[in-house]
């Protein structure tokens, strides 16, 4: 009895000691699983992160390659509208029979070119201006309308006409302004104005070129005037340019048309200058405002502009990048010269460096000295010339109001002399 309840007791020990060998090794394999899961699930997460990752660089990459396929999407555009209007500009050129026209004509005395942009009513008044007196002079002086963008309507009104040629200037550079504030119209102008030129006088290889705008009509004389001009340019390397304008040519200011001047202003609208002086001006042509920069001291050097006492021009552009500024006053009462007079026969020679000085000092000499306030009620009481001497750049104004001539002051220098007569 006493041997069965100690095999008993043996056999429970042992039965205990199974269990918890199995507890154990139960415990064991679970711990050993768990780590195994927790070390899957720890791969899983990183795995995922990466993928997001991946996922996250792929999204910025198509992003990129998207914007590179509009954007080359965009110069395709771009190539295309341009070859197809060097196309359309080629198949004019031929059927105008533009080559033929330059081997007949040799040695032009100057080419004329227009400047025009997106102003198609504007443009068509200018030729039909300069056609009414080109006829004569179509060999010596070829007529070019150069477009700086790409208005169809302009295109299409320049190309409507066999007497001229077409050049187009097509611009996608972005325009960075200088200063806040400022027209980019400034900056394109003068990225044109120097493509033109550069055309004409290298490409076109013209000795002479004379730049109009596409707001301009021209007097009977304007072809003679500048011929007569290309010669004096020749002769005399004191001047610049020949100007066809004077801003202070408004009726009641001027009355003879027979008179030129030196003056030290630039005068601009409507001017002819020679390739030499184009060889200097091209390489450092301005970001914007040419015309301001060629009357600055360093860039004319103190050469001088031949300008009419009547002008050669006439602006009618009330609507353009100048936003009409001062056009009733100054722009709409300019007198146009409408008499055909011969420059050829006349004797121009006073305008040579020298000889102006003592012309100009005889006018001057001769002219009534006039003081003192009223200027306007004294002068009406003087037969012939007067002159008035200013002190500084406010009394100049002072003047200038009484008279109603331009006021402004540019680069230290009046804009004109102003030749004030009665009769």
């Not at 009726?251 to 001017?271: A, C, E, I, M, N």
Request: some cysteine.
């Amino acid at each position: 009895m006493v041997k069965m309840v100690r095999w008993s007791g043996s056999l429970v020990r042992c039965l205990l000691l199974l269990v918890a060998i199995a507890f154990i090794y139960t415990q064991v394999r679970l711990f050993t699983a768990q780590s195994q899961y927790a070390d899957k699930i720890a791969a899983a997460v990183e795995g995922e992160n990466y993928c997001t990752s991946q996922m996250r660089l792929l999204i910025d990459q198509v992003s990129m390659q998207k914007e590179t396929v509009v954007g080359l999407e965009e110069k395709v555009k771009r190539q295309a509208e341009e070859c197809e209007q060097l196309r359309t500009l080629v198949q004019n050129l031929q059927r105008k029979g533009v080559k033929s026209l330059f081997q007949q004509v040799q040695v032009p005395v100057a080419a004329v070119v227009i400047m025009a942009c997106n102003r198609a009513d504007y443009l068509d008044r200018t030729i039909k201006s300069i056609l009414k007196y080109h006829g004569n002079v179509a060999s010596r002086f070829p007529v070019f309308v150069s477009q700086d963008g790409s208005n169809s309507d302009v295109r299409t009104k320049a190309l409507s006409y066999d007497q001229l040629t077409y050049m187009q200037h097509l611009d996608f550079e972005p325009v960075h302004t200088e200063r806040p504030g400022e027209l980019i119209a400034y900056y394109k102008i003068a990225r044109h104005y120097k493509w033109a030129l550069d055309q004409l006088f290298y490409k076109h290889n013209f000795n002479r070129v004379i730049i109009l705008e596409d707001d301009m009509e021209i007097s009977p004389d304007f072809f003679d005037y500048f011929e007569a001009g290309a010669d004096l340019l020749d002769k005399d390397k004191s001047i610049m340019a020949i100007s066809s304008w004077n801003d202070n040519g408004q009726k009641q200011f001027v009355h003879d048309p027979y008179t030129l001047y030196r003056s030290d202003f630039f005068p601009g609208l409507g001017w002819m200058l020679s390739k030499s002086t184009w060889d200097e001006l091209s390489p450092k042509w301005p970001k914007a405002y040419w015309d301001d920069w060629l009357r600055l001291q360093e860039n004319h050097r103190g050469r001088q502009f031949i300008r009419p006492e009547v002008c050669r021009t006439y602006n009618f552009g009330e609507h353009g990048s100048s936003l009409g500024q001062f056009f009733d006053q100054y722009l709409k009462p300019i007198r146009l010269n409408d008499l055909p007079i011969d420059w050829k026969s006349m004797n121009l020679t006073y305008l040579i460096k020298d000889e102006f000085v003592k012309h100009f000092s005889g006018l001057v000499k001769s002219a009534n000295p006039l003081y003192g306030t009223d200027l306007v009620l004294k002068i009406n009481n003087i037969d012939g010339d007067v002159r008035i001497q200013y002190r500084d750049q406010q009394h100049f104004e002072e003047i200038a109001g009484q008279f109603g001539i331009f006021e402004e002051w540019k680069v230290s220098s009046t804009r004109n002399f102003l030749k004030v007569e009665t009769w």
